[in-house]
Nanobody, 115 residues
Framework: QVQLVESGGGLVQPGGSLKLSCAVSGSPFSRYAMDWYRQAPGKQRELVALVTSGGKIVYADSVKGRFTVSRDNTNNKMYLQMNSLKPEDTAVYYC?????????WGQGTQVTVSS
């Protein structure tokens, strides 16, 4: 059974930093693309960052230059380093794995940026 577990969320002041982690079990992690999504209250879930199995990375325009995604295929983990956080980054952040014919989501971790 595939499981994705996020951690690292919390409350941070504007301009601060957080690092999210996603631990994956039950899947050959290195074969698949991994993504971070987020969903703010009253808004649709949106893609934040994607890293393919080959290491290609794509960021949403809203986070370019501030967020950095990485993956550790040895330890089946993915990370999202978030710097220069803004109030509009407040959302639940989800880890997502894309596999042929299916996809898996974590339970989400809350990130709140507020003074």
């Amino acid at each position: 059974q595939v499981q994705l577990v996020e951690s690292g969320g919390g409350l941070v002041q504007p301009g601060g930093s957080l690092k999210l982690s996603c631990a994956v079990s039950g899947s050959p992690f290195s074969r698949y693309a991994m993504d971070w999504y987020r969903q703010a209250p009253g808004k649709q879930r949106e893609l934040v960052a994607l890293v393919t199995s080959g290491g290609k990375i794509v960021y949403a325009d809203s986070v370019k230059g501030r967020f950095t995604v990485s993956r550790d295929n040895t330890n089946n983990k993915m990370y999202l380093q978030m710097n220069s956080l803004k109030p509009e980054d407040t959302a639940v952040y989800y880890c997502h794995l894309s596999a042929p014919g299916t996809a898996y989501w974590g339970q989400g971790t809350q990130v709140t940026v507020s003074s």
